[in-house]
């Protein structure tokens, strides 16, 4: 059984910073095409950060030299770090994995970034 398990969701203020975690279970992170995507009251899901099991990655144009996406293999774990943050990245993050074409969700984290 396949899952995806979001941490480090909460409150901060502008200009700060958080680390989200993606610990896995049932499947390979360095194995996975691995994702961070991101949803905000009323609107779509996004993706906010990719990492391919080639280890390239890319990134919304919004979080564009904040946001780092990375991934720890021995703890099958992946993250986002989000620096300078701003009110309108308050969302629900969620993480996804690709498994050769099997889709897998996390059950989100909410980031609330407020003064």
């Known amino acids: 059984q396949v899952q995806l398990v979001e941490s480090g969701g909460g409150l901060v203020q502008p200009g700060g910073s958080l680390r989200l975690s993606c610990a896995a279970s049932?499947?390979?992170?360095?194995?996975?095409?691995m994702g961070w995507y991101r949803q905000a009251p009323g609107k779509e899901r996004e993706l906010v950060a990719a990492?391919?099991?080639?280890?390239?990655?890319n990134y919304a144009d919004s979080v564009k030299g904040r946001f780092t996406i990375s991934r720890d293999n021995a703890k099958n774990t992946v993250y986002l770090q989000m620096n300078v943050l701003k009110a309108e990245d308050t969302a629900v993050y969620y993480c996804?994995?690709?498994?050769?074409?099997?889709?897998?969700w996390g059950q989100g984290t909410q980031v609330t970034v407020s003064s």
């Open positions: 990492l391919t099991r080639l280890s390239s990655t």
């Open positions: 996804n994995g690709d498994y050769w074409g099997q889709r897998y």
């Open positions: 049932g499947i390979s992170v360095s194995l996975s095409n």
